[in-house]
């Protein structure tokens, strides 16, 4: 064995350049590596392994961060997440006119549900899109989108979603184009997708189509010429009675929005409208109705009385007045006829449009 090299002590730096080599070798190489140092190919590979051994990675102690370094990074992390599902808690949008308007708001379409009443959903929104003075606040639910795993079974009550979104972002581009949106909420069933996916799709279609977003909840000043009411709009609230409608609503103004001349509630697909008085203003509660006038998840709880119902509120633009009605058409046959004697007094034309104010 005379002139062969014995193998390097594992841990050395000898044994360590060794080892890169080997690592770095075709098995005819290691073959030669091992006829060098006077062992077997599987000696070579016993002692690699014990070389192993000994470049193992040790544990390190977690770094020592303080509760202020904490608290740093969870603000900046806060700060990259928010703008992709935050929205403004209150905007404001501006109807320049000279005659009153009118906002309807309508909500839980449930498009794609059985049950949904698809001939007066099609008429009304050929209105809502025509109509001169009429102005649509929409609310949440336009579609079922029932995705959530404890409801996969009420598939076979619903048209496939792609459809049902197709639907909505159709109905929702033929009120932006035609001038008559105004702005336009989430509902619990379409954020199910935000819940399952963590991104809120109504919120990225409204951003695409430039319309003002609400989501869950919102207080919107609307300026109607030269006179402002405003309104809260939310789609589920607390404070809610099955024997009074409108309780919810006025108790939401009372304890979170006492400015509020207008509030508005869905999600229970009960209409129903109250005019009164409050702070000494002229004020108006607002529960919306439903296109589903047939649903089975109602009929299984009980909750009966569901009807198509789009509540209104007249709005005029010099003096600080509102007349609400429970249903769109009443409400169009009187602002017809507001509209008719301003424009014959000469107070104004019908030259109006929305921007955000």
């Known amino acids: 064995m005379f002139g062969r090299q014995p193998l390097p002590r594992p841990g050395t730096d000898e044994a360590r350049a060794l080892e890169k080599r080997i690592a770095a070798s075709t098995t005819t190489e290691r073959h030669d590596i091992a006829r060098l140092h006077g062992v077997s190919y599987g000696g070579l590979l016993n002692w690699r392994t014990r070389c192993k051994r000994h470049s193992l990675p040790q544990i390190q102690p977690p770094r020592d961060s303080s509760l202020s370094e904490h608290f740093r990074v969870c603000r900046e992390l806060d700060g990259l997440i928010e703008p992709h599902f935050r929205t403004q808690a209150e905007l404001s949008v501006r109807i320049e006119t000279q005659l009153p308007v009118a906002v309807v708001h309508t909500a839980d379409w449930h498009m794609g549900e059985s049950g949904c009443d698809y001939d007066q959903l099609e008429a009304d929104l050929a209105v809502m899109s025509t109509e001169p003075g009429l102005y649509v606040a929409l609310g949440g639910d336009a579609y079922s989108n029932i995705i959530q795993p404890s409801k996969i079974g009420s598939s076979h009550n619903q048209a496939p979603i792609a459809v049902q979104k197709a639907m909505y972002v159709l109905a929702v581009k033929q009120l932006q184009d035609s001038g008559h949106l105004l702005f336009a909420g989430t509902g619990n069933h379409p954020y199910w997708t935000a819940l399952a996916t963590g991104e809120d799709w109504d919120l990225e279609l409204a951003r695409r189509l430039r319309i003002v977003y609400t989501k869950h909840g919102a207080l919107v000043n609307i300026v109607v010429g030269d006179m402002l009411y405003p309104e809260f709009w939310e789609h589920k609230g607390k404070y809610g009675s099955s024997f009074n409608q409108t309780h919810g609503p006025k ?73 609400g009605f429970k249903h769109m058409e009443d409400a169009i046959v009187y602002l017809r006829a507001i509209r008719a004697e301003y424009e014959k007094d000469g107070k104004g034309k019908a030259n109006e449009h929305v921007t955000p104010a």
């Open 251 to 323: 108790q939401s103004q009372r304890v979170f929005h006492p400015n509020a001349r207008i509030v508005v509630r869905e999600h229970q697909h009960i209409g129903d409208v109250e005019q009164y008085r409050y702070d000494n203003r002229e004020c108006v509660a607002m529960r919306t109705g439903t296109y589903v006038v047939y649903s089975d998840f109602a009929a299984q709880n009980g909750l009966y009385g569901a009807h198509v119902c789009n509540p209104t509120v007249v709005l005029y633009p010099d003096r600080d007045w509102m007349v």
